[in-house]
């Protein structure tokens, strides 16, 4: 059986964690998965990274519920519990967690099976809900913003789904760690950027917000789809097209998107200051709606 994982002191990272195949939430040093998931054995899974607002509102919940279910058809795998299910099991272990506010990990594995690849000899699906409590960098950290490196291009065999194969964002993160970065970028094949590790990439150059369009490949994230909103409401100029790690270098301001964060500005990368070396006019006007937008959440006035 495997065990959840812990930290550096030895204790369960997770506050709670849900198991279908326990039936409800358990504590994190009674979480055990058959050493026989197909999720542990080949990344055969789907999963979701959400946050709260509050101890339970839950961010832009229906959208990362969405994307599950795509993510899932992706790989020809239908999920056996229906939103109101997961939506349950989010809930109770929030409930059970008690936290302020959580940072929320919803795993669905195809389920267990013998040791080979034929997906038709697996059975028993895996939900499990991971529950810790949230934990965000200070304002300050925003605006002084965080340092990334670009990296080497990467071979994905499907970026735009959120599956367990994740190793090719675990190495470029482990590469920029390496180059001194907080962060990486990465490129396709062609040269052009596509994302962050676990973020979307944005730049800001002459007033203009740029992002690189789903096609040099790369995750719709749930933030990246707000931050649209978010122009849209503010009037600022936006668009989705290839972007060269040039225009990265050149940018006036450079930002990362992700559930957790939010609205991460990236001041410096591969060593050189971006912009005003802090984050950018822009940026910080885009960070302010979208707290705002995370506390009307938290509020019940929208999710």
């Known amino acids: 059986m495997l065990r959840c ?30 050493a026989f998931d197909r999720g542990f054995l080949y990344g055969d899974s789907v999963y979701e990274t959400l946050r709260t607002s509050g101890p339970r ?9 969405e994307r599950l279910h795509r993510s899932a058809a992706g790989i020809g795998f239908s999920i056996p519990f229906s939103d109101e ?12 967690a008690e936290n302020a506010a959580s940072r929320i990990r919803v795993v669905i594995t195809r389920g267990t099976g013998p040791i080979a690849l034929d997906t038709r000899t697996s059975s028993q699906p895996m939900l499990v809900v991971y529950v810790e409590a949230l934990q965000l960098p200070d304002e300050a950290s ?13 071979t994905v065999a499907n970026p735009g789904l959120k599956t367990g194969n994740y190793l090719p964002n675990i190495l470029a993160l482990r590469q920029a760690i390496e180059r001194a970065g907080d962060d990486a970028i990465m490129c396709n094949r062609d040269g052009f950027v596509t994302e962050g590790a676990t973020s979307n990439v944005f730049v800001v150059a002459s ?36 972007i060269s790690p040039h225009e990265l270098a050149a940018a006036d301001e450079l930002f990362l998107t992700s559930s957790v964060r939010g609205i991460m500005p990236v001041t410096r990368l591969d060593g050189e ?3 005003a070396g802090c984050m950018g006019p822009l940026t910080r006007k885009l960070w302010e709606a979208y707290e705002d937008y995370v506390r009307a959440v938290g509020r019940g006035e929208c999710e």
């Open 5 to 34: 994982s812990t930290d550096e002191t030895g204790d369960p990272v997770a506050t709670k964690v849900y198991l279908s195949t326990r039936g409800g939430v358990v504590d994190p040093a009674d979480a055990t998965v058959s």
């Open 142 to 154: 925003y605006t002084r913003g965080l340092s990334a490196a670009l990296v080497d291009p990467r």
């Open 57 to 65: 509102r839950v961010v832009a919940l229906r959208r990362h519920l």
């Open 207 to 242: 007033g203009e917000i740029c992002t690189p369009s789903l096609e040099t490949g790369l995750l719709a994230g749930i933030t990246r789809s707000i931050v649209f909103e978010l122009c849209d409401r503010l009037g600022a100029s936006m668009s989705e097209r290839a």
């Open 85 to 96: 299910m997961l939506i349950a099991a989010i809930d109770d272990t929030l409930t059970a």
């Open 273 to 275: 200051t971006v912009g």
